[in-house]
C-alpha cells in the first residue's frame, strides 16, 4: 500500500476517484483504492504515537478535512482498522485508539478457553527471565541479527491454581532494555499492555503456527501431568505497525479443561 501524500496540497483527490496511482517496481505502476491510503495516512499517526492508546481520534469530520476527501472515504479507512483492531468504535462517544488494557482485548491473543465457565486471566510464575544472544533462529523469527540481545522469559500460567501453558519468549533486547522479571511479577496487567504502556510497543497482529506434542519431562514437571501427555503447542509472532516482529512466544499447553479457540471472519 502506498498512502497519499500527508501534506494537504498534494490531497486534491476526492471521494469519486476510485484509485490512485502509486510508485511500484520498475516500469509497472500500482494502484491502491483512495481509502486505503487513506487508512494508511491514519495507521501513520498511531504508529509516530500522535494519538496514543486509549486516546480518541478526530473525528471523520475532522479528518475529512485533514486529507481533503470525504467523509465516506474515511468512514470506509476506519471500519478496516476497526476491523483490524486498531481502533474502537464507541457509540456515541466516537472513535478510540485500540489498547491491551481494554477487557475486551485481554483475550485477542490469549486463545485458550475453559470447557466450563467464564474465560479470566492465568496466575503467573517466572521460572526464568535473562537477557541472552538470540541463537539464529530465534534472530531468523525476529528479523534480528544472529547474536543480537535478546531478552528470555520461561513462565508457567495456572487457572485456578492447576499449571495449565508452559510458555517461553524471546523479545528483542533493544526493544525491552529496561524490561526486568521484578517488574513483570508486580505487573498485574495483561503483559502487553505492560508492553504498551511503558515500552510504546503494540502487538497488533500474530501468526501462528500449532502443532501436537507429547509432554517431555521438563514440561510434565512444570504442568505436574505425566510424561507422555498430549499438549497442543503453538508457536506465535506477534508484530507491532509496519509488520516489525517483536515477539516470539512458544506455548505448551494442557487441554485436559480447556481448548483452543478462533473465531473466523
Same mark, same amino acid.
Given at each position: 500500500?502506498?498512502?497519499?501524500?500527508?501534506?494537504?496540497?498534494?490531497?486534491?483527490?476526492?471521494?469519486?476517484?476510485?484509485?490512485?496511482?502509486?510508485?511500484?517496481?520498475?516500469?509497472?505502476?500500482?494502484?491502491?483504492?483512495?481509502?486505503?491510503?487513506?487508512?494508511?495516512?491514519?495507521?501513520?499517526?498511531?504508529?509516530?504515537?500522535?494519538?496514543?492508546?486509549?486516546?480518541?481520534?478526530?473525528?471523520?469530520?475532522?479528518?475529512?478535512?485533514?486529507?481533503?476527501?470525504?467523509?465516506?472515504?474515511?468512514?470506509?479507512?476506519?471500519?478496516?482498522?476497526?476491523?483490524?483492531?486498531?481502533?474502537?468504535?464507541?457509540?456515541?462517544?466516537?472513535?478510540?485508539?485500540?489498547?491491551?488494557?481494554?477487557?475486551?482485548?485481554?483475550?485477542?491473543?490469549?486463545?485458550?478457553?475453559?470447557?466450563?465457565?467464564?474465560?479470566?486471566?492465568?496466575?503467573?510464575?517466572?521460572?526464568?527471565?535473562? =537477557? %541472552?544472544?538470540? &541463537?539464529? /533462529?530465534?534472530? +531468523?523469527?525476529?528479523?534480528?541479527?544472529? *547474536?543480537? @540481545?535478546?531478552?528470555?522469559?520461561?513462565?508457567?500460567?495456572?487457572?485456578?491454581?492447576?499449571?495449565?501453558?508452559?510458555?517461553?519468549?524471546?523479545?528483542?533486547?533493544?526493544?525491552?532494555?529496561?524490561?526486568?522479571?521484578?517488574?513483570?511479577?508486580?505487573?498485574?496487567?495483561?503483559?502487553?499492555?505492560?508492553?504498551?504502556?511503558?515500552?510504546?510497543? =503494540? %502487538?497488533?497482529? &500474530?501468526? /501462528?503456527?500449532? +502443532?501436537?506434542?507429547?509432554?517431555?519431562? *521438563?514440561? @510434565?514437571?512444570?504442568?505436574?501431568?505425566?510424561?507422555?501427555?498430549?499438549?497442543?503447542?503453538?508457536?506465535?509472532?506477534?508484530?507491532?505497525?509496519?509488520?516489525?516482529?517483536?515477539?516470539?512466544?512458544?506455548?505448551?499447553?494442557?487441554?485436559?479443561?480447556?481448548?483452543?479457540?478462533?473465531?473466523?471472519?
Amino acid at each position: 500500500m502506498n498512502p497519499v501524500s500527508s501534506n494537504p496540497t498534494n490531497q486534491g483527490a476526492t471521494a469519486g476517484s476510485a484509485s490512485a496511482p502509486a510508485a511500484g517496481t520498475g516500469n509497472s505502476p500500482t494502484f491502491s483504492p483512495l481509502y486505503q491510503q487513506i487508512k494508511g495516512l491514519i495507521t501513520q499517526s498511531l504508529q509516530s504515537g500522535e494519538w496514543k492508546p486509549g486516546e480518541l481520534i478526530p473525528s471523520e469530520v475532522e479528518l475529512a478535512g485533514r486529507f481533503k476527501v470525504s467523509q465516506g472515504t474515511v468512514r470506509k479507512a476506519i471500519d478496516e482498522l476497526a476491523a483490524e483492531n486498531l481502533v474502537l468504535r464507541r457509540q456515541g462517544k466516537g472513535t478510540f485508539v485500540s489498547t491491551h488494557h481494554e477487557a475486551r482485548a485481554h483475550f485477542r491473543f490469549l486463545r485458550l478457553m475453559p470447557d466450563e465457565g467464564v474465560p479470566h486471566q492465568p496466575d503467573n510464575q517466572i521460572i526464568e527471565f535473562k =537477557r %541472552m544472544r538470540a &541463537a539464529a /533462529e530465534v534472530a +531468523r523469527l525476529l528479523d534480528l541479527k544472529s *547474536g543480537d @540481545a535478546v531478552v528470555y522469559i520461561k513462565r508457567v500460567q495456572s487457572f485456578d491454581g492447576a499449571p495449565t501453558i508452559l510458555e517461553e519468549l524471546w523479545l528483542p533486547g533493544l526493544l525491552f532494555k529496561g524490561l526486568t522479571a521484578e517488574r513483570l511479577v508486580e505487573y498485574k496487567g495483561p503483559m502487553y499492555g505492560l508492553f504498551e504502556s511503558e515500552f510504546g510497543t =503494540r %502487538m497488533i497482529r &500474530a501468526s /501462528e503456527k500449532i +502443532r501436537a506434542v507429547a509432554a517431555d519431562p *521438563g514440561a @510434565a514437571q512444570f504442568l505436574r501431568v505425566t510424561e507422555g501427555t498430549a499438549l497442543l503447542c503453538a508457536e506465535r509472532v506477534s508484530y507491532t505497525y509496519g509488520d516489525k516482529a517483536v515477539e516470539l512466544r512458544r506455548g505448551l499447553y494442557l487441554t485436559a479443561h480447556h481448548h483452543y479457540q478462533n473465531d473466523l471472519s
